[in-house]
């Protein structure tokens, strides 16, 4: 029996993603759609993280003390908001 190793990284999409790199956080670029939909997806995370923590939610850095893992699914759209908003982002 043989076993067949394919690599974990996809050229074709690493292609896709260098070509939006440039754009990725122009507010009117190919990614819009994210931009316009983020203030709801932070807001709703914020919101349930810290009730799940039970969080005082300090002005200015609610989710003071809270680590998240980013996971690189994007260019940050979603972890650098919850980060200005104290929470330790740790990932690439």
Known sequence: ?????????MSKEVARFDALGDRWWDPD???APLHR?????????RDLIA????????VGAP??????????????????PLARLGANVIGA
């Open 37 to 45: 939909i983020n203030p709801i997806r932070i807001g709703w995370a």
């Open 29 to 31: 670029g190919p990614m």
């Open 63 to 80: 989710l003071a003390g809270v680590s998240l893992l980013d996971v690189g699914c994007g260019a940050g759209l979603f972890a650098e």
């Open 1 to 9: 029996m043989s076993v067949r190793h394919s690599p974990s990284i």
């Open 51 to 58: 009730r799940h923590f039970k969080l005082e939610t300090p």
